[in-house]
Structure formats: C-alpha cells, structure tokens
C-alpha cells in the first residue's frame, strides 16, 4: 500500500528517472506509473534495457484506466548540456536519480568511471534540477555509501554530500535514499 504522500507527489504531475532501464530504476518506472503521473520520463544510456521497459509500460497502460504520458530519452546524466536542456524542457515535478554504476568489483577497477558517472552525473542532475526549479530530488543511494570501504561505495557518498549541500543551498526537498 502507497503512503498517501508519495501519491501525491506523483499524480498528476510530471516525473523523471534517470537510470530507467535499470534494476532499481525501471521498478520504480513501474510503481510510479501504477500512480498515475501526467508525464513519465524515463532516461537511460542503456537502448536495449530503456526499449523493454518502455515495453513494458505501454502494455502496462493498456491494462488501467488514465495511465499518463511516457517519453524516453536515450541519454547519458554525466553530459551537462543534454541533461539541462531535456530537464529544462520536460519541466519535471519530481527527479529520481537512479543511474548509477554499482558492481563494487568493477568499479574498483574503473575508478575514473565511477567518479564520471556517479559523481560528475550525479552533480550534472542536481544543477539542471536547481536549474529549472524542480520541486523536488531523490538521489537512490546504497548502503555502501555508509562509511565506504570501496570506489563505488566513495562515489556514491560523495554524492549524498552533493545532495544534502544543494538541499542546504536551494532549501528544496533534495533527498538521498
């Protein structure tokens, strides 16, 4: 059962979720499409993963009554101009920041992409948020971010940080979760 709460943020208004094609993110597609948003946006750099959810979801819409919009966008959050201009033209209520690269292993041993992606991606979402006014940002972290023991764990703390410091800067509702 959805808290009340969370329905209201979500009806009738325009969402966005980076990392939809993803594991946490294209559930989170889901549930928040059972909610009858105005506008999904999904965005994912992954076609094949962004393709089947957005399957997904249209067949998803044919089973309920007043399912909204859904728009996606084959895009990469660490690339600052597209990112400001699709959330400056989307206009979204509500950010879920789900992309992120998160197998511990390899990101042990890419630690550039790791910084690019969960850092540099997550501060890209967050300025193009802050940007266009987006009432509201919730950043899908991991217990890994809890006293980091590893690359990706770092990345994803540092990016709580970035998180905290734009709620503190705009005093918005910015979340990590």
């Known amino acids: 059962e959805h808290a009340a709460g969370v329905e209201e943020i979500i009806r009738d208004r325009t969402v966005l979720i980076t990392g939809g094609g993803g594991s946490i993110g294209s559930e989170l597609a889901r549930q928040v499409f059972a909610l009858g948003p105005r506008r999904l946006i999904l965005v994912d750099r992954a076609e094949s993963p962004l393709y089947l959810i957005q399957r997904d979801l249209e067949?998803?819409?044919?089973?309920?009554?007043?399912?909204?919009?859904?728009?996606?966008?084959?895009?990469?959050?660490?690339?600052?101009?597209?990112?400001?201009?699709?959330?400056?033209?989307?206009?979204?209520?509500?950010?879920?920041h789900a992309a992120a690269y998160k197998h511990v292993p390899m990101m042990?041993?890419?630690?550039?992409?790791?910084?690019?992606?969960?850092?540099?991606?997550?501060?890209?979402?967050?300025?193009?948020?802050?940007?266009?006014?987006?009432?509201?940002?919730?950043?899908v972290s991991t217990d890994k971010a809890v006293r980091p023991s590893s690359v990706m764990g770092a990345s994803k703390r540092i990016a709580e940080m970035l998180v905290a410091d734009?709620?503190?800067?705009?005093?918005?509702?910015y979340v990590s979760v």
């Open 59 to 96: 067949t998803q819409r044919g089973h309920q009554k007043g399912s909204g919009e859904l728009r996606v966008h084959l895009a990469n959050v660490a690339s600052r101009a597209a990112m400001e201009r699709m959330v400056a033209a989307e206009a979204p209520n509500v950010i879920f």
């Open 108 to 139: 042990e041993d890419h630690p550039s992409d790791a910084t690019h992606v969960n850092i540099g991606g997550t501060m890209v979402m967050l300025d193009a948020a802050a940007a266009a006014g987006v009432d509201r940002f919730v950043f």
């Open 166 to 173: 734009t709620a503190r800067r705009t005093g918005r509702p």
